[in-house]
């Protein structure tokens, strides 16, 4: 797919699936701004996975913006005093779910992109095996879009805003095969909520279950980097 | 307009118009959390106008997050080498527009109300003065407040959140004559685009022409300490 490629802003977490969709960015032939936001996450390490990632990815620059999203309080990664939970513990919306975690940041990348002048807005939202944060569905991708062009300068004055969710219908299985056929290197990511100060992922998290069992229907080896239990 | 009254929250930059919406969420029984940002902006002393608003206005809490738009660039109001130009100046969208603004202070507020459980959300947003801002019109209030109820925990599982600019048809006359009404003092607010660091008004920009402009309109007394000038 290739619309009027140029410049994108590629929000990226250092996981996965964002690693997965600068890749997919840049084989549509964008030339890609990496955005990764430091917002009191407690697992923090996923910002040096981000920079990996973004050089690795071919990003022509890497922004990292402090954002005060932990201030606010209310969620397991921002609130030390909740406990991330393992997977089994989890069902409806999860106690990770960070509120308005993807309006700010979608927000933050319409900024970014009106002055650098990218028409497009890449995240990697995903509604399958995350069906339980709100802000990961595709209509509240489409209402964001509507609401970009309505915001901005360029959306009145000129062509508007694109925001891309590729991912936002692939399972991970899919997702980790679309990376793999593009060469990207998951040794790289950090998926996990809750890793060891050195990055090491805790196995047990809905993030880790998620991922592993990626691999395992992908039937790709599991690069991940495991902390050592009892 | 009492309608389930609870907890808002109060989007407050230390001007003139959100010190009357202040006063209108007041008159409407909600206990407010006022919300305010320092992002870089030239006329940071609004911060100290806004906590004495926020103080003088009855609001339970104040806060003031830290938001890196001025490291966007991109516009006279956070970047130093872009002038603000008088009044006279200014035609479509004018230079003092910052990229996303009224998106991101809304996503941050929408985070802020989803924590501390309001579900009602001020803005000072007015279509009439300052129709060269697109995220100032009534279309963009509208679709932002479909975005936070499909972005949310609270717009999923409860009742759901109201985006509430009761300035946006108004005129500044209009403004002012409400507020006067309802007890506010606008010696304490600073509307100046460019003001003196003792927070004087330069009495030329176009936020300080619409506002003296309106205090006639509105046959009230003008309360601005304006700057000497030659």
Avoid: W
Avoid at 29 to 52: N, V
Avoid at 134 to 143: G, M, N, T, Y
Avoid at 197 to 225: H, K, M, W, Y
């Amino acid at each position: 797919m290739v619309d009027k490629p140029g410049k994108a802003v590629v929000l990226l977490s250092g996981g996965l699936d964002s690693a997965t969709v600068l890749a997919m960015a840049r084989k549509d032939h964008f030339q890609c701004i990496a955005l990764s936001f430091d917002y009191g996450q407690r697992h923090r390490i996923e910002l040096t996975a981000a920079k990996r990632v973004a050089d690795a990815g071919g990003a022509i620059e890497h922004r990292i913006l402090t954002l005060p999203i932990g201030e606010l309080g209310g969620s397991a990664l921002t609130d030390a005093t909740i406990d991330v939970p393992d997977a089994s513990e989890s069902e409806g919306i999860p106690v990770t779910y960070v509120p308005a975690r993807n309006t700010i940041f979608l927000s933050m990348a319409l900024g970014l992109a009106e002055v650098t002048g990218c028409r497009n807005i890449y995240i990697g939202a995903n509604a399958v095996d995350y069906s339980g944060y709100p802000d990961c569905r595709p209509e509240f991708i489409a209402a964001f879009e509507k609401l970009a062009n309505l915001a901005t300068r360029e959306g009145v004055e000129g062509d508007g805003f694109r925001i891309r969710a590729p991912l936002i219908d692939m399972s991970k299985a899919e997702i980790i095969r679309t990376g793999i056929d593009l060469g990207v290197d998951y040794n790289l990511t950090i998926s996990c909520y809750n890793p060891s100060t050195e990055g090491l992922a805790c196995g047990i998290c809905d993030s880790c279950r998620l991922r592993a069992n990626g691999f395992q229907v992908a039937n790709v080896p599991d690069p991940t980097s495991y902390q050592a239990r009892d």
